[in-house]
């Protein structure tokens, strides 16, 4: 799927579908990441529809990722939840990764809440810790922006200067320290995976400025900045990466440190939502 006219009615097919099925479009989008779809059961008014019947839509693949759009309000706010995003690992390109993101766009949502699950890359966190996103690093060897650009959706050369909304990371600190929960912030590295990292390439990771790493996310930014929205990310440290600790990794345990915070990331989400 590359940026062309054929691009331009997949989106409109797309969203000509939701529109007849969801009363109020949504104005926030919030991407819920592995293990952490539990924020969903907060909106009211819903309409879930599953990816497997929107026109275009990829399929989520992996454990931990229910694979549905939530339609609702959250605080008053109306929006749309994605329990479940696609990964550039599960053979889907770039641009299928981050097509829900210009759906987002094409229904007028203006802000985005993107959260993952990630390696600690840097000693001062722990496994639990949820950290805000102030930049990141793209190391997964491609862009979704790559190929023909629809200067209907953005411009050619984006500005990513400030990918991670300061304004609205200031205000999300805040709430953190309301909520008891230590305020960090941190630089995201994503790869491509499927693989967990080496301790020789977190090594490599660190050196370069890196606090967390994870399979994901950076896409998204990437076409969210493009479209004009503000974006917040958050990162849930749920195990600390290759070599920091001397113990092996799994997604069992990702998913086990997930569950373990997932009320404390709930209640910090809803709170972002009411203020952002």
């Not at 969903?40 to 694979?67: C, M, Q, R, W």
Request: net charge neutral.
């Amino acid at each position: 799927m590359i940026l062309d006219k054929e691009y331009s009615v997949k989106l409109a097919e797309a969203r000509s579908y939701l529109v007849e099925r969801v009363t109020v479009l949504p104005e926030l989008g919030v991407i819920l990441g592995s293990g952490l779809g539990g924020f969903a059961n907060l909106v009211e008014e819903k309409v879930v529809i599953p990816y497997k019947d929107i026109p275009h839509f990829p399929i989520s693949t992996v454990e931990g990722h229910a694979g549905q759009l939530v339609f609702g309000k959250v605080q008053g706010r109306s929006v749309v939840v994605m329990q479940g995003r696609f990964h550039f690992y599960e053979g889907y390109t770039m641009q299928e990764v981050t097509f829900p993101i210009r759906v987002m766009q094409v229904l007028g949502v203006t802000g985005l809440i993107v959260t993952n699950a990630a390696g600690g890359i840097n000693s001062a966190f722990s496994s639990g810790n949820l950290v805000l996103i102030k930049d990141h690093l793209n190391l997964m060897g491609d862009n979704p922006l790559r190929g023909a650009n629809l200067s209907n959706l953005g411009p050619r050369f984006p500005d990513l200067s400030e990918g991670y909304n300061l304004e609205w990371r200031q205000k999300a600190l805040g709430i953190a320290k309301e909520l008891g929960i230590n305020p960090q912030e941190g630089i995201y590295v994503a790869v491509c995976g499927p693989n967990y990292e080496t301790p020789a390439e977190i090594r490599y990771m660190r050196t370069i400025g890196a606090d967390m790493v994870g399979m994901s996310t950076v896409p998204e930014v990437i076409v969210a900045n493009h479209g004009g929205m503000k974006v917040l990310g958050i990162s849930c440290v749920t195990n600390m990466a290759a070599g920091i600790l001397g113990q092996k990794l799994s997604h069992v345990e990702v998913m086990e440190t997930a569950g373990r915070i997932e009320k404390q990331f709930v209640n910090f989400v809803q709170a972002l939502v009411k203020v952002l």
